[in-house]
C-alpha cells in the first residue's frame, strides 16, 4: 500500500532506473480525477495496446475512443524502448478485476486464477500499455521488454516491493488476455533480479512446481497445478485449449503440453504430451 506519486517523482523514480521517459500532452493534469479513487496504490498492471505505430498508440492511450475516455494508462512503452508518460493520476486500464488476486499483490504471494469483476483496479495500479497488436506474432522487441522490465522495477524499489506487485492484465481479470506474446512470470523474475542488482533489495529466489511424476498426470488429476501449467503452456505460445486452462488434466492439457514438447525441439519419442522431469522444469511453473 503506497501513496501516489506526484508527478515529479514519477518521472524521476523511472529515469533513475535508466527508463527513457518522454512527458506527453498535459500528462501531469490529464487523469480520470472525479470518477473514483486514486489510491493507495498496490502494484503495476502490464497491458499491451492491440495497435501499431508509437505516435498513434500514444494518441489513442492519452485520448481514449468513444465509450473508454483516456488517459487509457499511465505510460505507453514503444517498440524501442521510450516510454511516453501520459498521467500521474486515475486512468482507464485496468477496469475491474478479482479482490482475491489483489489480495495476493498486496501480500505478494503466489496469484489465483481471477474469476469475479468485484474491485475497481484503476484505484490501485499503475498502468504500462506496450505497443503490440497482441496476436501472438507481433514481435517483442528486447528493447521493449527492458523498458516493461525497468519501469515496474522503478515502483517496486521506490515503495520497497518485489516483483510480485506486478501483474499482466490477465492476471487481474479473466476478460482480458493481454499482455500476450512474453511471459509475466518471467518478466517477474527479470524484475526482482535488477531489485537484487542494488543493495538492500533482497529479491525473492522465484519457486517453481516440482515435477510431480509421470504417473501423476495419467490418474487424471483435478488440481491448481494442472491450471497453473496450463496458464505457463498458454503464455509460451502452446494452446490447444478452446476453453480453460483450468484444475482438470483433459486432452486439450496433453495437446498442449505436445506443443510445447515441439517447441523445446525434443526428438519424436518424447513428443507425446505427457510431460517429462526435464520438460516440466523447463518450463518454469510457478509454485501453486
Ligand atoms: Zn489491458
Known amino acids: 500500500m503506497a501513496t501516489p506519486f506526484t508527478p515529479d517523482r514519477f518521472a524521476a523514480i523511472l529515469r533513475a532506473e535508466g527508463v527513457n521517459v518522454i512527458e506527453y500532452g498535459q500528462w501531469r493534469t490529464h487523469d480520470r480525477a472525479g470518477h473514483g479513487g486514486w489510491g493507495p496504490i498496490n502494484g503495476v498492471v502490464i497491458h ?10 500514444v494518441q489513442l492511450c492519452y485520448d481514449g475512443y468513444e465509450g473508454l475516455p483516456g488517459p487509457l494508462c499511465h505510460g505507453v512503452i514503444a517498440k524501442s524502448g521510450d516510454v511516453y ?34 474491485t475497481d483496479g484503476n484505484a490501485h495500479f499503475y498502468g ?51 499482455p500476450r506474446g512474453f511471459s509475466m512470470a518471467t518478466m517477474r523474475e527479470r524484475i526482482d533480479r535488477r531489485l537484487a542488482g542494488k543493495p538492500n533489495k533482497p529479491a525473492p529466489q522465484p519457486t517453481y512446481e516440482p515435477f ?5 498426470f495419467k490418474n487424471n488429476p483435478v488440481s491448481p497445478i494442472v491450471t497453473a501449467m496450463g496458464r505457463r503452456l498458454v503464455a509460451e505460445g502452446c494452446s490447444a485449449y478452446s476453453e480453460g486452462p483450468g484444475p482438470r488434466w483433459t486432452s486439450a492439457d496433453r495437446e498442449s503440453f505436445r506443443k510445447w514438447q515441439r ?26
Not at 499491451?48 to 498508440?57: C, E, P, W
Not at 526428438?267 to 518454469?284: N, T, Y
Open 85 to 118: 508518460l501520459i498521467s500521474a493520476g486515475r486512468a482507464n486500464h485496468a477496469g475491474s478485476g478479482d479482490s482475491d488476486v489483489l489480495d495476493a499483490v498486496v501480500a505478494e504471494r503466489a496469484l489465483p486464477a481471477p474469476n469475479e469483476q468485484d
Open 212 to 216: 510431480p511424476g509421470e504417473q501423476w
Open 128 to 178: 504500462f500499455e506496450a505497443i503490440n497488436m497482441g496476436d501472438g506474432r507481433d514481435p517483442w522487441p528486447e528493447e521493449q521488454l527492458d523498458a516493461i522490465e525497468k519501469v515496474s522495477a522503478a515502483i517496486c524499489r521506490a515503495y520497497g516491493w518485489s516483483a510480485a506487485s506486478v501483474i499482466g492484465h490477465k492476471e487481474w481479470t479473466d476478460q482480458k488476455s493481454d
Open 263 to 288: 517447441k523445446l525441439g525434443d526428438a519424436e519419442q518424447f513428443v507425446d504430451g505427457w510431460p517429462g522431469p526435464r520438460q516440466w522444469d523447463a518450463l518454469k511453473i510457478p509454485k501453486s
Open 48 to 57: 499491451h495496446t492491440v495497435s501499431s505505430g508509437t505516435a498513434s498508440s
